[in-house]
Structure formats: structure tokens, C-alpha cells
């Protein structure tokens, strides 16, 4: 971005100033009209596809609307007040904002400190490692929510039957059964898909790390932590930060598809997340205002937490 | 995503499709889902229809997720004219259009010859198939879905194993509990589900097993404070105490994932009861199971001794969306459905229709099933929740079946249940005065 937008900034100013007049070629008066030309179908797709649906998001959610019938009654912030008064919604968003805040941790946290040790420590195989940790990226999410369903099954589950081998009997926990544990269930799943996306991207930032950064330092009785705290970290900074916004909003939208294929939101809500609460009220109960309400409200809330995650996060840029 | 990209292809280039065939010949569409029993029924009665009518074309759209595509298009004002879909359905389409009365009114249908036959549709069905909830969604004495295939729904189990520990299927609830605690014993469960939305024949059953037909209507329309009653809580403590015998394995494999595996306790002799479908047979077939094994269907145990025990019929639905352009021959379309020459087709692929004289045609494997209706001592019960409009956040069936996997694991109590129960009615309630 920063080394992109300073030259179309020039010639624009630069004819009125005079400065070097004969080396562009001048603009003709059709010229504009070209080029608005040239951007009118780009602009028409994305007004389309893009900027309306968004809008209409925000005005369906203020009408009552089967989703088909050509009768929709407005109801003003009606959708908004029961949202509030919903107790499934909300335990909804306290479940999307638990996966939140805990998937991001660790993710971010294990995704760091892989990435850490496999371009610092000369690790032997680590190509087999990223490539091991990657795969689950490529993955697609029902063939994610099938594998866990074998390692979550609470008789013939690795996870369980494991536990069952080392005689742990008492471990066993029934994955995607238990109200209390299913939620944490969906989480490591979601672990699991993610981090090597986030690793392979923090070991591309910090390959690009001059080595005599670290020379030095280790010169000075610097230890591997304090090269971690004191160099890698401030010089991967900025790609933090952007990984950060990414993973909000992927988050989102990962929990959702998960949820579907491995909870459908069970047993009884308690894995519910804002967009399968969403689904379910928009399609399978008719109630398509309302559904777009909780679409403004996930709209507005990753928003607003990407606003608070950079905001947090801002530093000044370090070079080396 | 890809119709999207279509439409914007055809606004650019300007071109407006024209779906208008010439004069004259008129194209039929019609939208079905490809159940379990299959597409081959259908293209076959299309064509039987089509060799009656030279001049009329019919294009068959059929999908196992038949919602999906035929929603966008309606979205955009391209009904299909005939769609075959039952309710019940996680898109809950044929309910979105109940809900907002765009589905035609099928009364005249009744009273239409069957093509090619010299009998009304309505004296061709089976007796009280016609004029309930499911049929007419608002009790308004109006027919707006016309029942297609039907099925019994109730507990399956595996009659080898009963015949093998010589137990008799329980007639009652005491029977039922005695042997609960007989196969206890043995280590094998009384009960178990696939996912809780399984419960929806095994309450509808026993919603009129214990109040009459007169109780289970007033639970479907929300009468007021109808959760509150004797009977109702005589309903939840029934089931509160079925659910204590459930397998323990119940609700961690109550998901879309894993419901099967609850399917296959039954085949593995871990549990002895589970509600479902005759379609169970098809899906399981090439499960293992149990030496000896044989499906086994039964309707609920009555609540006393003597007293009416109820099948809970499953039926699927055509019906004719108020925005269809071809309406009449939609409808002849429809009558012919119900023809001796459908029929037939029908049946072959298992789809039983309820029509008189259609247990003969009732292939050998599920006649055992169907032969539960002779019984003088059961009833079909076809119904469900009535239709109000749409209220937000309150979906009293999910509160109904779901909150059985919160009664096994301890995290609601039957207090609760019925609170919950009484709230989501008043409000559907409400929303339907």
C-alpha cells in the first residue's frame, strides 16, 4: 500500500504545477470519460454484489419478512428488542465470543511459537512438520467434522479409547455430548484447522529477519526468549496485527460451518453460535427480518471487535 | 453463487431470457425431492402423464436438497408449478410458505375427477387422510397440501431379540417399565433416539395417547395454558421417566454426525426402542447387526390397560404455489397423481400412497408394517403443530424435542421443560389469534 500510492498522487498535481509538463503525455479531454468507462463495470459488480446486499442486510432487519411473500411489515427496531430478550441468542453470542477470545489465544500463541522454533531452531524434517500442520488448511470443513467425529466418538473415539489403554478410564469424557465440554470440543477443532495457516504465514515474516539481528544480540548473552520478545516479535509486528483482524473474522464465519457439520448447535443450543442461530431463525423459522437483525448484529460486532484489536495493537512500524 | 453470476452475465449483455414456450404448448415444471424412495418413480409417472398429453411438456427438477434450488429462483418470482415436499424439513420451506399463505387453495382438486378414471381424488383417498393440520394447515376446513406418501412412524426394535429372551412387546407403560428394568438387567437399554427430532412421532403419539385426539389438537393449535394441564404433565413424566432408561450414549451421538450410531445400538442389541421410520430398513441395510435380527415396528404402549394406542403417520406433501403460472394443468397434474396407473409406479418404489385398496400393493418387506393400521386398537394420527404466523426466537418444537437430550444429561429439569413449554405456546399463541 505505502509504496503504491505516492505515484498516482503525482501526476495528478504535477500538469498544474508545471514541473514536468512535456515528459507525461498529456491527458485529452476524453480521457476521463475512458477510463470512467473502463471502471464502470468493476464498480457496477461490486455495488451489486457487494455494497447492496450489505445494505439490504441492514433493511430487511428492520422489517418483519418470511423471506418469500411479497408482504413485509416494518417494525422499526422491533427485531433488535427481542433480540435482547432471546435467551438463545444470547447464548448464542456468549458462545461465539468464548470461541473467540480462547480459538484466538491458542492460535495465535501455538501458531507463534511453532513458527518460533521451526525458523530459529534448526529443526531436522521441519518442511514435514509445516507441511503436516498445514494440511489441515486444505482440508474442507466436512471432512474436518468427520475426523473428529472418530476421534471425539465417546466409545470407539482415539481420544477415548486411548484413555481406555493407559488405564484413565476416569478421563473419558462423553466430546460431543456433554453441555459443558461440547463448545471446547468445537474449539480445538478449530485449532486444529487454523493453525498451520497462521504458522506457515509468522514463519515467512520472520524468515525475512536479517540473521545478524540475532548474531548480535546472542553476542550480547541474549537468550533464545529474549530474541523472541525483543526482536521477533516487534519486527512481525505488522503482520500480527493483520493476522489478528483476519482471524475475528474468520472465526466468525469457521465456528459456523463447524458447528453445522459437527453439533448442528446441540445438544440442546449449547453449542449454538451467532451465524447457526442465525440460519435457523432466518430459514427454519421463517422469521427472515429477524435473522438479518442478528446478521447486523455479528456485522456490527466483528466490526467493532477488528476496530478494537487494531486499535489495541497499533505501534510504531520497526524497520531493520 | 453461479445463478447469481448468470444473472449478472444476462443483465450486462441485456438480454432478458424469455421463458415463454410459444403458443399452445405449455411446460409444466415441477419440483420434487429425491427422498428415500428415489427419482425413478417420478420420471416414470411423468412420462406415463406426457403419453396422455402430446402437447404438454413436463420438466422434472428433483434433489435430495430440492430447497436449495428451487428458493432462489422463487425469491425472484419463478414458482415451480407442482412441488412434492413434506414438512418437517430442516429448510422448513413448505412451512415458510404455510406461514405466509402462499400456498393455493387444493379444496376444488378433491372434488376433480382422477384423469383417465371415473372417481373424485377425494373418494379416492383413504378415510380422514384429508381435513387435518397437515393438510389444512390453518383448520380452516381448506386443503392446501394433498397427502403423497405415507407412513407409519413409531418404535422400531429388533424382533429377534425379543423373540430370543422371549419377551413380549410391551402393550403398556407399566409393561413397558418392568421390561426396562428386565433388559437393565441384562445390560441393554430401554430406549434411545437418533437425534432428538426423532421425538416428534413418539410425542405426537403419546400427546393423544394420553389426552385423546381432542388434547393432542388443542396442544397443536397452543390453547391457552394447554402445558399447564393434567395431562400434559402426565405426557412430560411419561417421557421424563422413558428418558431415564435411555442409553448412555444417547446424547453424545444425538448429531448429524453420529445419529446412526444410535441407529446401531438397535442393530447391536445396546438398545431395545427407538422412534423412527420405515425408511430405517433402507437407510440400515448394509449395517451389521445381531444374529436374528429383524425390524420391528410398534405403536406406542397405552397409557392404561385397553385404551387407544397411536401410529403417527408420516406424510409428504404435494402442493401448488400461489405464484405457479400454470395453475390448471398443475392441478390435472396433480389428480392424475393419484391415478391406479401412479399408483402403481409408486408402490414399486415404496412409496405408499393413501389411497383404498393400496395394501395389496404394499411390498413385502414393509407389509408387515402397514398391516399395524388394521388393528382395531390403533389409530393413525397425521398432524403437527399448526401454522401461525412466524414468531421470532420461539420454535416450540426444538423446545419439545430438543430439551430431551438437557432431561438425560441433567442440565434442565421437567419444571422447566414445561415452563419453557407453556411460554413458547402462549406466544404461538398469540401470534395466531
Known amino acids: 500500500m505505502t509504496t503504491l500510492s505516492p505515484p498516482p498522487a503525482a501526476p495528478a498535481t504535477a500538469p498544474s504545477a508545471g514541473r514536468t509538463p512535456e515528459k507525461r503525455p498529456k491527458r485529452k479531454p476524453g480521457d476521463g470519460l475512458f477510463v470512467a468507462l473502463c471502471l464502470v463495470p468493476a464498480l457496477v459488480l461490486f455495488a451489486l454484489f457487494m455494497i447492496w446486499p450489505t445494505v439490504n442486510v441492514f433493511r430487511m432487519s428492520l422489517f418483519t419478512w418470511s423471506g418469500f411473500s411479497p408482504n413485509m411489515r416494518f417494525v422499526g427496531l422491533d427485531n433488535f428488542t427481542k433480540l435482547f430478550d432471546d435467551p438463545q441468542f444470547i447464548r448464542a453470542f456468549q458462545n461465539t465470543i468464548a470461541l473467540l477470545v480462547v480459538v484466538t489465544i491458542v492460535t495465535m500463541g501455538a501458531g507463534l511459537f511453532l513458527a518460533a522454533i521451526m525458523t530459529r531452531q534448526n529443526l531436522r524434517g521441519r518442511n514435514v512438520y509445516r507441511f503436516v500442520l498445514y494440511i489441515p488448511n486444505v482440508l474442507s470443513v466436512v471432512v474436518i467434522a468427520a475426523i473428529f467425529s472418530a476421534l471425539y466418538d465417546q466409545e470407539n473415539g482415539l481420544i477415548n479409547g486411548t484413555l481406555r489403554a493407559m488405564s484413565l478410564d476416569g478421563l473419558q469424557v462423553v466430546w460431543l455430548g456433554d453441555q459443558k465440554v461440547v463448545l471446547w470440543s468445537v474449539a480445538i477443532a478449530m485449532v486444529w484447522q487454523s493453525l498451520g495457516y497462521y504458522m506457515v504465514l509468522y514463519m515467512s515474516s520472520m524468515a525475512s529477519i536479517p540473521e545478524e539481528l540475532y548474531e548480535a544480540s546472542s553476542l550480547d548473552g541474549a537468550s533464545a526468549s529474549r530474541q523472541f520478545f525483543d526482536i521477533t516479535m516487534p519486527l512481525i509486528w505488522q503482520n500480527l496485527r493483520t493476522t489478528l483482524t483476519f482471524f475475528v473474522m474468520s472465526a466468525v464465519n469457521l465456528s459456523f460451518v463447524l458447528v453445522r457439520a459437527m453439533t448442528g448447535g446441540g445438544p440442546d443450543g449449547s453449542s449454538e453460535v451467532l451465524l447457526s442461530y442465525m440460519y435457523k431463525q432466518a430459514y427454519t423459522n421463517s422469521s427472515y427480518g429477524y435473522g438479518m437483525a442478528i446478521g447486523v448484529v455479528i456485522f456490527a460486532f466483528s466490526f467493532l471487535v477488528s476496530l478494537l484489536v487494531s486499535r489495541a495493537t497499533r505501534r510504531e512500524p520497526l524497520q531493520f | ?433
Open chain 2, 1 to 433: 453463487m453461479a445463478g447469481a453470476a448468470l444473472t449478472a452475465l444476462g443483465l450486462l449483455v441485456g438480454c432478458s431470457g424469455s421463458d415463454d414456450a410459444g403458443a399452445g404448448s405449455t411446460t409444466l415444471s415441477v419440483a420434487a425431492l429425491e427422498g428415500g424412495y428415489g427419482r425413478e418413480m417420478y420420471t416414470q409417472v411423468i412420462d406415463a402423464y406426457k403419453a396422455k398429453h402430446p402437447d404438454l411438456d413436463v420438466t422434472l427438477q428433483i434433489s435430495k436438497s430440492i430447497e436449495d434450488e428451487i428458493s432462489p429462483n422463487m425469491k425472484a418470482g419463478r414458482f415451480p408449478d407442482v412441488v412434492v415436499l413434506g414438512q418437517g424439513r430442516k429448510a422448513a420451506l413448505t412451512e415458510t410458505l404455510i406461514k405466509d399463505k402462499a400456498i393455493e387453495d387444493l379444496t376444488p382438486v378433491l372434488q376433480t375427477t382422477v384423469p383417465g378414471e371415473s372417481t373424485t381424488v377425494a373418494d379416492k383417498l383413504t378415510a380422514g387422510i384429508v381435513g387435518n393440520l397437515n393438510t389444512d394447515p390453518y383448520g380452516d376446513g381448506k386443503t392446501f397440501l394433498l397427502p403423497m406418501y405415507y407412513a407409519p412412524t413409531g418404535l422400531f426394535y429388533n424382533k429377534g431379540l425379543f423373540e430370543q429372551n422371549g419377551w413380549a412387546v410391551p402393550a403398556t407403560w407399566d409393561e413397558m417399565w418392568a421390561l426396562g428394568d428386565t433388559a437393565k438387567a441384562k445390560g441393554i437399554s430401554l430406549f434411545t433416539y437418533p437425534t432428538a427430532g426423532y421425538l416428534d412421532s413418539y410425542f405426537f403419539a403419546l400427546l393423544a395417547g394420553v389426552g385423546g385426539e381432542e388434547f393432542y389438537t388443542q396442544v397443536m393449535t397452543y390453547q391457552q395454558d394447554v402445558w399447564k394441564t393434567p395431562q400434559a404433565r402426565q405426557v412430560l413424566d411419561i417421557t421424563t421417566k422413558l428418558l431415564s432408561y435411555a442409553a448412555p450414549t444417547t446424547v453424545g451421538y444425538a448429531n448429524e454426525q453420529d445419529f446412526t450410531k444410535n441407529q446401531q445400538s438397535i442393530l447391536d442389541n445396546k438398545a431395545l426402542f427407538m422412534p423412527n421410520g420405515t425408511w430405517i430398513v433402507g437407510e440400515m441395510k448394509d449395517a451389521p447387526r445381531a444374529d436374528g435380527f429383524a425390524w420391528g415396528l410398534t405403536p406406542l404402549p397405552a397409557v392404561t390397560a385397553g385404551s387407544k394406542r397411536y401410529l403417527t403417520t408420516s406424510v409428504e406433501s404435494v402442493w401448488i404455489p400461489s405464484g405457479a403460472k400454470n395453475k390448471d394443468a398443475a392441478k390435472d397434474f396433480v389428480a392424475y397423481l393419484y391415478s391406479d396407473e401412479a399408483a402403481k409406479i409408486f408402490a414399486a418404489s415404496n412409496a405408499i400412497q393413501p389411497v383404498k385398496g393400496i395394501a395389496t400393493s404394499v411390498p413385502a418387506e414393509n407389509a408387515d408394517f402397514y398391516e399395524l393400521y388394521e388393528d382395531a386398537d390403533v389409530s393413525a394420527l397425521v398432524g403437527g403443530f399448526a401454522s401461525t404466523a412466524p414468531v421470532e426466537g420461539v420454535d416450540i418444537k426444538g423446545t419439545l424435542f430438543d430439551t430431551a437430550n438437557s432431561i438425560i444429561s441433567g442440565d434442565k429439569t421437567e419444571d422447566q421443560w414445561q415452563a419453557a413449554l407453556q411460554d413458547a405456546s402462549e406466544k404461538l399463541r398469540q401470534a395466531g389469534k
